[in-house]
């Protein structure tokens, strides 16, 4: 599954922004966004890759890390085959590379991923 990730940018703290990650190349069972578990995950520099989010394959569930819970929202859009990440009040700790990753239900660890979008909050 190839994922391309997009929306990152500049943003002032208490401000939003929403990123998209598409599944991208032939259209096919494989490219399927749908028959995966889908998460988000990001990295500072110089810190350890962070869990941000996860929806299920049919949006039954999601889950979030504590420190963005109650402001980040993770969405899937089955016709668009892609995913979404909504962050509102955001501050100076959100700024990372944010990276889409896939996964079959089946599987314990996102196998796919995709190249990043950068998200600086700054004033």
């Known amino acids: 599954l190839q994922l391309v990730e997009s929306g990152g940018g500049l943003v002032q703290p208490g401000g939003s922004l929403r990123l998209s990650c598409a599944a991208t190349g032939r259209t096919g069972s494989r490219n399927d966004m749908g028959r995966y578990d889908m998460g988000w995950y990001r990295q500072a520099p110089g810190k350890a890759r962070e869990f941000v989010a996860a929806i299920g394959w049919s949006g039954h569930w999601s889950k979030y890390g504590d420190s963005v819970k109650d402001r980040f929202t993770v969405s899937r859009d089955s016709a668009k085959n892609s995913i979404y990440l909504r962050m509102n009040n955001l501050n100076s700790d959100d700024t990372a590379i944010y990276y889409c990753?896939?996964?079959?239900?089946?599987?314990?660890?996102?196998?796919?991923w995709g190249q990043g979008t950068q998200v600086t909050v700054s004033s």
């Open positions: 990753a896939a996964k079959m239900p089946i599987e314990s660890d996102f196998r796919s």
